[in-house]
């Protein structure tokens, strides 16, 4: 080989040397950036914790566990233990009855959860009446198609002042006295873990459910119709809402939390609530200003019965008649040689309280203002005259 094609031979080995070096810095800057992005510390750089760093702990097996109660529709969750119908008979005229009647027919709050049902049904698993449109109504056990469902959620949500509260044994025992009182089970059995798969075979409507295709395949035609708003969509709204002062921003801006188009959006909890009238009626319509401002000034007007409803205080109380809480003419008539009821009542309303009445306790409302909540209590506590 001449000297020159030497020559030439090194200078592509140099070459190469130097282009390897170069892609080995560049490779090298790029494995940088990246651990220091993953928070990685390299000697002589200093990277920022993530936000969430040190914040709350890993849960532990016990905490998962206390958690993780749900039962699937194949019983997988379910806990050992049996109740027969004798002992849910008096779990049920002891915690259950007072909302929901002795025989399960509950009372004007709540929906019925025996009847409907037939003895033909036990051995279809569909439910006959629930394809008549002038069937009064759609009980619990005519809806419901799986058990586990209906033991998973006496158990996490029953009694509703006192949830999880029911042992396992009288979870099953309630269970029980349920399905008997629908001619599921008969009045001697014991309902347990092991034969809980059999009284799955015979509750009335196990066979009732329905797979909508438009939900589920791409060419099937949706349960609902409606037009998208595609251009020159509002993003800033006027909501009025019924939060209460103290939790307004308690879990941070709603507005950032939802989508800023479409129906449903969230009220800005940075700023107070608008009260002012016409604001509120304006987001609400296209009326001319003088008629929106009527509008809202008859809002606020509502009647006493019509502000008790929107507060939902008639969920729960009516006029004459005890429901889960006592009558307003009950209310009225303990109350009435009272200097101070009115105050005592508007308290108890705002705030809440339990053992005056029995030991179902009654929630805080926050939804009515002040001269709201006056108006009512006063309403109530004429319901003696």
């Known amino acids: 080989m001449s000297r020159s094609s030497e020559a030439g031979v090194v200078g592509l080995r140099a070459g190469g040397r130097g282009l390897r070096a170069r892609v080995a810095a560049r490779v090298g800057a790029v494995l940088a ?6 928070g990685w510390f390299l000697p002589g750089a200093q990277a920022a914790p993530p936000p969430w760093a040190g914040i709350g702990r890993a849960a532990t097996p016990a905490e998962i566990q206390a958690w993780d109660i749900d039962v699937r529709a194949d019983f997988k969750g379910l806990p050992a233990g049996s109740g027969s119908v004798a002992r849910g008979q008096e779990v049920w005229e002891d915690k259950c009855a007072s909302c929901h009647g002795i025989f399960g027919e509950s009372n004007e709050v709540f929906s019925p959860i025996v009847g409907g049902t037939t003895a033909q049904d036990l051995l279809t698993g569909r439910v006959a009446n629930l394809k008549r449109t002038d069937y ?8 419901v198609s799986q058990i586990s469902t209906l033991w998973d959620y006496i158990s996490r949500a029953m009694p509703w002042n006192a949830p999880k509260s029911l042992s396992t044994d009288d979870v099953y025992a309630v269970l029980a006295y349920m399905l008997h009182l629908g001619d599921v089970l008969p009045a001697d059995h014991v309902l347990s873990d092991r034969n809980i798969a059999q009284a799955q075979q015979r509750l009335p409507n196990r066979n009732g459910k329905v797979t909508y295709r438009g939900l589920w395949e791409p060419t099937g035609k949706p349960d609902v119709q409606g037009d998208a708003c595609m251009r020159q969509c509002a993003t800033v709204v006027e909501v ?6 103290f939790a307004r921003n308690a879990h941070g801006n709603l507005a950032e939390q939802n989508r800023v188009v479409g129906p449903f959006r969230g009220a800005d909890t940075t700023r107070p609530p608008a009260r002012d009238p016409l604001r509120l009626a304006a987001a609400a319509g296209t009326q001319s200003a003088t008629a929106q401002v009527q509008v809202a000034r008859g809002a606020a007007a509502k009647a006493p019965a019509d502000l008790a409803r929107d507060a939902a205080c008639l969920a729960c109380h009516s006029v004459a008649r005890k429901l889960v809480g006592p009558s307003f003419r009950e209310i009225a008539q303990r109350y009435q040689n009272d200097p101070k009821a009115e105050q005592r009542l508007a308290a108890t309303v705002r705030n809440g309280g339990q053992g005056n009445w029995g030991s179902v306790p009654m929630p805080a409302s926050a939804l009515l203002k002040d ?15």
């Open 136 to 143: 009064p109504q759609r009980t619990t056990l005519m809806k």
């Open 240 to 245: 009025a809402t019924p939060l209460p002062e």
């Open 33 to 38: 950036t990246l651990l220091l992005l993953s």
């Open 371 to 385: 001269d709201e909540l006056l108006s009512v209590v006063r309403w109530v506590l004429g319901a003696a005259r």
